[in-house]
């Protein structure tokens, strides 16, 4: 299962592998922080301007929704996260359908991923180089002491900062003279951070790597191609043009790197599938070719070339030839690729019942990753089986309440039971998770007539839950 929306946005606030934004929370006051910056910017005010991030990328389609993909990069990210110090918030690591390589830093713990990571890294312990990277930049609070640098060089609010930095992500050309009028601090290209800064990230985060059960030496590795492409007019290394590595970085990663317990690669296939997945589906590659190339070819990775074939024969509709591929990585069984893609085929043939019995085996085992979940729900929900998605979903958002294509599920399961009433309510849920607050309340208002007794003040109570959270955010905006 996948849904996608491709991404335009530019990246803001980048370094090597960074681009800087915010994250996210319901609140209802703007933190008073004046000029002080960082030294006034609390912990807690981090999750909140990164909740209004989020809120907007969300509305902006900025955000790739593919449980997947996302369940496989947030079990790197939180590997990486349980061998992290002054970790002061729940990170969340979300998927970008950019094809760039690139990763993204945000105040309050979220790291964007861009889909071309993976296509540009080749395993998987690359890969976690990239995100312990950018972790540090987060742990250690760089983005956060780059605001308060320019909030005290400028004499501006950190509120304007931030706004400027959100609207830049989100819509490049109005940000981009936001920052000339607003901030009158940053350039088109990019918020940079500092040499030392950047040795830092590298430092804490190829220890992070290693302690994490990853090569060290990956970094370091990743570090020499990347030098190697320098001044490659491939507008994918576009990042490296702005940022270049210096020979010193490079080398400070190796020489930090040799003195650690030196390990192999992982050989956890999950990484190849994911990189087939993003060469299939967010690479704009043209697939007849890409397909007549994997089918000669003979010393490229058994799960790579499987999957991928799998997935080109999938989207040609070719269901049997696709499943003859999968067969041939039967070991993963119940692996979250294979069974994503079993399930998508099952539902083109209308097997429901397949579907659903496949997915409820690995389903009482993880009842709360995303891919088997969410998969398990929309089998329900094409079934036409209302209440059984209605408990999955409910389940699932008790732990990830910010999920905002669950609580749209979830509305659908509440309108096949004919629940108007509960169908309005959580339509403006996932509404205000998008800060699409206009509409948010005219749902609002139609429970509030629709429904009865208890529900009735449910209603009243999300609505002045979400008028606190539009006055978060307008006066963040009017800070500007």
């Not at 269901?319 to 039967?330: G, Q, T």
Request: glycine share 4%; charged share 20%.
């Amino acid at each position: 299962m996948i849904r996608s929306v491709k991404q335009s946005i530019a990246s803001v606030v980048s370094a090597v592998f960074l681009s800087t934004a915010v994250h996210a929370a319901d609140n209802i006051s703007i933190p008073e922080m004046g000029t002080a910056g960082v030294r006034g910017m609390t912990v807690q005010a981090e999750r909140l301007y990164g909740e209004y991030f989020m809120r907007k990328a969300r509305g902006a389609g900025a955000i790739s929704y593919d449980p997947v993909m996302t369940e496989f990069i947030n079990s790197v990210g939180q590997k990486l996260i349980l061998s992290a110090n002054n970790v002061y918030f729940p990170f969340e690591f979300f998927l970008s359908a950019d094809p760039t390589l690139n990763a993204s830093a945000f105040l309050g713990g979220k790291v964007q991923v861009n889909a071309g990571l993976f296509h540009y890294t080749d395993s998987e312990d690359e890969f976690a180089s990239v995100l312990a990277h950018e972790i540090s930049h987060i742990t250690q609070r760089h983005i956060a002491r780059f605001i308060e640098e320019q909030s005290d060089r400028g004499a501006i609010s950190i509120a304007s900062i931030i706004g400027s930095i959100a609207i830049a992500i989100i819509n490049p050309t109005v940000g981009a003279a936001a920052f000339s009028t607003s901030a009158g601090i940053m350039s088109q290209s990019g918020i940079n951070f500092t040499r030392d800064n950047e040795y830092e990230a590298d430092r804490i985060g190829i220890s992070v790597l290693e302690k994490a059960g990853y090569n060290p030496m990956a970094m370091s590795t990743l570090f020499k191609k990347l030098f190697s492409m320098q001044g490659n007019i491939n507008s994918a290394y576009a990042l490296l043009i702005d940022h270049p590595l210096s020979e010193i970085r490079v080398a400070e990663a190796y020489n930090r790197a040799k003195n650690m317990p030196q390990r192999k690669n992982s050989t956890d296939p999950n990484f190849m599938l994911a990189k087939a997945r993003v060469d299939v589906r967010y690479m704009n590659l043209k697939l007849n070719d890409f397909k007549e190339r994997l089918l000669k070819a003979e010393k490229v990775n058994h799960y790579y070339k499987n999957y991928a074939l799998a997935l080109i024969y999938y989207g040609e509709k070719n269901y049997s030839k696709a499943i003859d591929y999968l067969e041939k990585l039967s070991s993963l069984s119940s692996n979250d690729f294979i069974v994503d893609l079993y399930t998508d085929i099952d539902i083109e043939r209308g097997k429901y019942d397949s579907a659903i019995s496949r997915l409820r085996t690995i389903y009482a085992k993880k009842p709360f990753d995303s891919a088997i979940a969410v998969n398990l729900a929309n089998a329900y929900l094409k079934a036409k089986q209302g209440k059984q998605a209605q408990a999955v979903l409910e389940k699932f958002l008790q732990k990830y309440p910010n999920d905002s294509f669950a609580n749209e599920m979830l509305t659908e399961s509440f309108l096949l039971q004919k629940n108007k009433c509960q169908a309005l309510i959580t339509h403006a849920q996932t509404l205000a998770l998008k800060a699409d607050y206009n509409k948010a309340f005219n749902s609002l208002n139609d429970a509030m007539h629709t429904c009865k007794g208890s529900y009735s003040q449910i209603a009243r109570a999300k609505f002045a839950k979400i008028s606190d959270q539009k006055d978060f955010d307008e006066k963040l905006e009017k800070r500007r």
